[in-house]
């Protein structure tokens, strides 16, 4: 963790500022450009590379710690298998703060482990090879930009918040297009394969982190981007209302969900979301060996669709077994996966004082991308009050 983004920082309970107590620190070598970066910003390089591998941050007032692990600040709300190796290292430390003092112990939201454990798994495996899904990541920061709709200036320092940003490929776009901090958080170990990928970007910040409690203030982001996430919650609409509030008075928020149609198009996808239906809560309860070998034949299915649909012209990267298996693991092991109308979606918008609103369209993405955009749904809206 870059030791000055400790300040931006809350406790999850109370969402006051806490104390950072470093273990292993050290100072990070910048390239040129970041140090360029940090003087527009008016940030000296000294205070810019600066990092702290290990520690602790604290709230006193909750007498909650919170651990910094592998460069990575975990602040989910409960005890994950995070908190158990940093206490394995570094319990002495733990030990030193004083009595009374305990990790967090918040109850999870429905359904949360399950999410947490599945998206580990299926990240973990996945590599950064310039494929993200089926795009390359020139085509996918091609898709980002067009779906926030708003002129990037990398002389405008500009807060962005990526809300389940996965191996955070995305919030480095953001960072690379806007003047200002990029923040990526994720409930799975998603978040520690993004800070040791991004670990010479002194922009980008990683946490581990609920949507549900964000460590992060309110009203307080240029930017609040969420893209396939929030369906894979136990409600929507109530991630969609709970994020809403990170953004800033005419800051802009992007979700992108799935569609009702992406079940009601036709009979085939009805019988495959009630495959899933069965499939999803089933695969959470296997032992790992069994799903796997459920999910070996439909990674090759998969493999064949992809094929097909190059052949039918849609712009897609080619999957090899691993990228099917991760897209199989996709479709069928979160506990979650909700459909949601285009309709609901812009309402909530404008329940949460979004004005203007404006949905997606196909034609606003590179002619061969825009499949993603023609059963699902990207809305944006600007923050009026
Ligand atoms: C399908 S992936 C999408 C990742 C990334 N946005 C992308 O487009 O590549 C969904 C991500 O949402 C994260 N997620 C699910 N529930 C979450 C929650 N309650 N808080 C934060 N992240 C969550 C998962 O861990 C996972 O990395």
Request: proline residues 5%.
């Amino acid at each position: 963790m870059w030791k000055r983004f400790s300040g931006t920082l809350q406790c999850v309970q109370c969402e006051q500022g806490l104390e950072l107590v470093p273990i292993d620190e050290v100072v990070r070598k910048l390239a040129s450009e970041h140090i360029a970066k940090g003087e527009r910003m008016g940030i000296n390089e000294k205070e810019m590379s600066a990092c702290v591998d290990s520690g602790l941050l604290i709230c006193h007032k909750c007498k909650l710690w919170y651990p910094i692990l592998h460069s990575l600040p975990v602040m989910l709300p409960y005890t994950s298998p995070l908190h158990k190796e940093f206490l394995q290292t570094y319990g002495a430390h733990v030990d030193k703060i004083g009595p009374g003092y305990s990790s967090p112990n918040i109850e999870p939201v429905p359904g949360e482990g399950f999410v947490l454990k599945s998206f580990s798994k299926e990240w973990l495996e996945y590599s950064y090879d310039d494929v993200l899904w089926t795009w390359t990541y020139k085509e996918r920061e091609e898709i980002f930009l067009a779906e926030i709709g708003v002129e990037p200036s990398p002389s405008t320092p500009s807060s962005f918040l990526e809300v389940g940003c996965g191996l955070g490929i995305i919030t480095s776009f953001a960072e690379k297009h806007f003047g200002g901090d990029a923040i990526g958080v994720d409930l799975s170990l998603a978040a520690l394969s993004a800070t040791k990928h991004f670990a010479d970007n002194p922009f980008l910040h990683f946490v581990e982190s609920s949507l549900w409690r964000l460590p992060l203030q309110k009203k307080n982001f240029d930017l609040v981007y969420s893209h396939g996430v929030l369906h894979h919650t136990f409600s929507t609409e109530k991630a969609f209302k709970t994020i809403s509030q990170y953004c800033k008075q005419q800051g802009h928020t992007y979700i992108w969900v799935y569609g009702d149609l992406s079940i009601n198009e036709s009979i085939v996808r009805r019988f495959a979301y009630g495959v899933e239906l069965v499939m999803r809560p089933l695969l959470n309860y296997l032992p790992e060996w069994l799903t796997n070998l459920i999910l070996s034949p439909i990674a090759c299915a998969y493999i064949l669709i992809n094929q097909m649909q190059q052949m039918m012209g849609e712009q897609r990267q080619s999957y090899n077994f691993s990228r099917a298996m991760h897209a199989a693991r996709d479709r069928l092991t979160p506990l979650f996966a909700h459909r949601t109308s285009a309709d609901d979606v812009i309402s909530w918008f404008k329940q949460e004082g979004f004005d203007p609103i404006q949905q997606l369209s196909e034609s606003e993405i590179a002619p061969g991308l825009e499949a993603d955009f023609r059963r699902n749904i990207g809305v944006r809206g600007r923050k009026a009050n």
